[in-house]
């Protein structure tokens, strides 16, 4: 993979990384106001910090391919 190419992946990564973190924003503002049982809050929540460790881990690859820890 070309520097380029691995900035624009981590860029891609950020902006995944940006609207997952909304996503559970909004989770727990909708738990908070009743509109989803604890029961789907937790699923959820579980599915989002899932897929957050993954881009993580994936952001933390790209950084270090660009020579950034």
């Known amino acids: 993979m070309l520097p380029s190419d691995v900035g624009a992946y981590s860029k891609d990564l950020e902006k995944q990384r ?3 973190l909304k996503d559970l924003k909004i989770l727990e503002e909708r738990h ?3 509109a989803v ?3 789907q809050y937790n ?3 579980r599915e ?3 897929a ?3 881009i993580m881990d994936r952001l ?3 950084r270090f391919l660009m020579g950034q820890s």
């Open 37 to 39: 049982t604890e029961e």
């Open 60 to 62: 933390a690859q790209a």
């Open 32 to 34: 908070k106001k009743g």
């Open 43 to 45: 699923e959820k929540r």
């Open 52 to 54: 957050l460790v993954e």
């Open 48 to 50: 989002i910090e899932r």
């Open 18 to 20: 940006d609207a997952l």
